[in-house]
């Protein structure tokens, strides 16, 4: 609970044009969505977490091999080298502004933020959307090549402490706000896109249980694998079919393979991963 699982020194701060720090399934998450060069990419939930990197290197490739990342969006960036256009959404001002702050920090000219709910971003008789001269949502359907879904979730497991203060109310709304969220971005996607959906919550109602309900209310959609694959498989018991449980894949303090005898589920061997994967929490 409060000894440090690795002997790394802390940054805290120190290094701050230079280093990034990001726990392990954000990282995961941008390269899953494998952005590329020239796409049109939303990123629906852009609000960033606790950041601390700006980039004095020359070129974009060496930028990319020697930062440690922080924050979804100006990874995605940076994995697009400033090209293409990348839409950041959030619905909280002061967290849109420090995302901007970020943005400003890399020099990046791909991104635009606007604060605005997600809920609404779909618009079925909105004029055809033009990457080149990005206008606020929102937007037409079939608008993105690639969407992240990180959607606000319960973050149970998140952070150690001796008693969870969120009530059971609260935790039951959140599956229902991530529908609305999964909804729009179905409706935004192209034919053919990818969209990551994520969270920070250990909680299957919200994970894989919302698998399952999308896969049966979205026949267009179906799982694909990811890379890199350096988590766990998914739980049982929640709708999932027992070969998709090997696509999904889950972080947490518990090695789910071999609780659920899932040693097998994984794509790829995870031994070499196994203390990573256990030492966060996501989805």
């Given at each position: 609970m409060v000894d440090p699982v690795y002997a790394a020194p802390s940054l805290n701060a120190e290094l701050s044009d230079v280093v990034f720090t990001q726990n392990l399934p954000s990282i995961v998450a941008s390269h899953v969505l494998d952005p590329q060069p020239g796409e049109t990419i939303?990123?629906?939930?852009?609000?960033?977490?606790?950041?601390?990197?700006?980039?004095?290197f020359s070129d974009w490739t060496q930028y990319n091999r020697f930062c440690i990342h922080c924050g979804k969006t100006t990874h995605i960036a940076t994995l697009m080298r400033d090209?293409?256009?990348?839409?950041?959404?959030?619905?909280?001002?002061?967290?849109?502004?420090?995302?901007?702050?970020?943005?400003e920090r890399f020099r990046l000219s791909l991104v635009h933020c606007f604060i605005f709910d997600s809920t609404k971003a779909?618009?079925?008789s909105?004029?055809?959307f033009v990457p080149l001269i990005p206008t606020p949502p929102p937007y037409p359907p079939e608008s993105f090549d690639r969407i992240l879904l990180d959607a606000p979730c319960s973050a149970l497991g998140q952070r150690p402490q001796p008693m969870c203060s969120i009530s059971l109310t609260e935790l039951m709304s959140y599956p229902a706000y991530q529908r609305s969220l999964f909804e729009q971005a179905v409706?935004?996607?192209?034919?053919?896109?990818t969209l990551v959906y994520s969270t920070c919550s250990f909680n299957p109602e919200e994970n894989e249980a919302q698998v399952a309900w999308a896969l049966?209310?979205?026949?267009?959609?179906?799982l694909s694998n990811q890379v890199p694959f350096v988590g766990f498989p998914g739980l049982p018991?929640?709708?999932?079919?027992?070969?998709?449980?090997?696509?999904v894949q889950r972080f947490g303090?518990?090695?789910?393979?071999?609780?659920?005898?899932?040693?097998?589920?994984a794509p790829s061997p995870t031994n070499e991963y196994d203390a990573l994967a256990k030492d966060t929490i996501a989805f």
């Open positions: 939303l990123d629906m939930c852009a609000s960033p977490g606790e950041l601390l990197l700006t980039s004095n090209k293409g256009c990348l839409i950041a959404l959030d619905k909280t001002a002061p967290k849109l502004f420090k995302l901007k702050q970020n943005v779909l618009d079925k909105a004029k055809e409706g935004l996607l192209r034919p053919g896109g049966k209310s979205f026949p267009q959609l179906h018991g929640y709708g999932v079919a027992a070969e998709q449980l090997r696509i303090p518990i090695q789910f393979c071999e609780l659920l005898d899932l040693q097998q589920a």
